[in-house]
């Protein structure tokens, strides 16, 4: 599967972005999908995740309450709304695909190494 990330851009602290990854082929309903970032001189970190069906989700303490993940099976498409934005948000973003049919775990979702396919990342900066 091919993802392609957009959606990122320039914002001052307190707004919002929504990004989108949108995926070739036609069995996106069968990947667990993940957003991840990297900020410069930073290992890439987890962000959310959300199961094929959409059904759970799951978020990073430092995003939770603020981002959203949501996916539209029909649209081959997974989002993630970014609201209260803070400068220690900016990174590139990543989206990820899961096509493995291990559970839906913490442990599994947040590993980078847990996903198959990745986009080429869409830039975030927050200003303050």
């Known amino acids: 599967v091919q993802l392609q990330a957009s959606g990122g851009g320039l914002v001052q602290a307190g707004g919002s972005l929504r990004l989108s990854c949108a995926a070739s082929g036609r069995t996106f309903s069968s990947y667990v999908m993940g957003w991840f970032r990297q900020a410069p001189g930073k290992e890439r970190e987890f962000v959310a995740a959300?199961?094929?069906?959409?059904?759970?989700?799951y978020y990073a303490d430092s995003v939770k309450g603020r981002f959203t993940i949501s996916r539209d099976n029909a649209k081959n498409t997974v989002y993630l709304q970014m609201n209260s934005l803070k400068p220690e948000d900016t990174a590139l973003y990543y989206c990820a695909a899961d096509e493995t049919r291990r559970l839906f775990t913490a442990v599994v979702i947040t590993s980078t190494a847990e996903y198959d396919y990745w986009g080429q990342g869409t830039q975030v900066t927050v200003s303050s």
């Open positions: 959300i199961s094929r069906s959409g059904g759970s989700t």
